[in-house]
């Protein structure tokens, strides 16, 4: 095996490093956060750090990096409240990808990278009509990471759109057969096959 | 497409709704957390959770719900300072998931599910020889989430094990063909097949 230390690692050109070090967590969730500003103008964007914060309210959390290109997002949950949580389907990972391109403010990525805007009853954020798993939330809090400022968006989810038939009874949904797909790294984009749905772990009786 | 609001999600009984609500932020990483105590009995727990927080200098993060049954690993990483970070491979899934069992602390979990503790130099936390992806990491804060007093646990990567050749020359790492899985909601298991790695995004240029 390959050895790196911490020097080795901050001796790295930049680049190099951030490349290397998003690869290290594992695989992530890949999903487009829709938002509206006050002036009604559409905002798409990728992200790959989504996760569970709680069920019973319904909370997901994103990462956000401070002063990056995903910042018309946060403006925008900031000024309304609200945003789309929506899954990236193997259709369309390349236009979700585009979307991490930096267009101004005025321009809706929906129409720039070829997705489709929707809405759905009288919820503020637009939807993917594209996206298999759809998620409405309203924000809730955010929190910083104090070691480098990175901070934390939570939101309560307020309604979800899935496809029918796709739940089971335990509530169950098999993503792979969705066509839901996973990130590595920043760019790297992968199906997935399931394996298997393991039971509860208990520790074996003697 | 089905349609949940709210209220339906609060009014499903506690194991559906946790069940479904863990599926719906998409896929997640696949990591096993060594952690040693004071008297030296080791622990080694699943987390699914582990994202990247910043890569100069190098953050990983976990999220940790208030009494747990990994609550041994975040006593053993307040009470040292040190933990590891293990990348699951397909071949040992099954074993990773067997530490979600609730073991004691005196059972140390390599052994009740069959996977090699391996120390490396004078790092102070136990590796696990199978795993592919190493990670030697060393306590940097807490920060607790108000909404539900998750906490997010986040740490300074110290030392990184990697197979040989495995980062090209620009960082990038293959995780599909060194075999790492995916987990979708609490217990689903998912190999992947790398589709593309796609160029930097940038606007057409008119």
Same mark, same amino acid.
């Given at each position: 095996m390959i050895h790196l230390s911490l020097k080795d690692v901050l001796a790295m050109p930049d680049r190099k490093r951030a490349t290397l070090m998003n690869y290290l967590s594992g695989f992530k969730s890949a999903n487009l956060v829709g938002t509206t500003d006050a002036q009604h103008r559409h905002n798409l964007a990728i992200f790959n750090s989504v996760v569970h914060?709680?069920?019973?309210p319904p909370y997901l959390g994103f990462i956000l990096r401070p002063n990056t290109v995903e910042r018309h997002t946060y403006d925008n949950i900031k000024e309304t409240g609200y945003y789309t949580i929506n899954a990236i389907h193997e259709d369309f990972y390349a236009k979700a990808h585009q *979307? !991490?391109?930096?267009?101004?403010?005025? *321009? !809706?990525e929906f129409e720039a990278v070829g997705l489709t805007l929707e809405f759905k009853g009288d919820f503020f954020a637009p939807y993917?009509?594209?996206?298999p798993i759809k998620l409405g939330l309203q924000f809730q809090e955010e929190i910083i990471v104090?070691?480098?400022g990175t901070i934390l968006i939570v939101g309560k989810v307020l309604e979800v759109w899935l496809p029918?038939?796709?739940?089971?009874?335990?509530?169950?949904?098999?993503l792979s057969a969705h066509g839901i797909i996973t990130i590595s790294g920043l760019d790297t984009y992968h199906r997935t096959e399931k394996l298997a749905q393991l039971p509860y772990a208990k520790r074996p009786s003697k």
């Open positions: 914060i709680g069920a019973n *979307t !991490s391109a930096k267009y101004p403010k005025e *321009t !809706s993917v009509q594209e996206s104090p070691c480098n029918a038939q796709s739940v089971a009874e335990d509530g169950h949904i098999n």
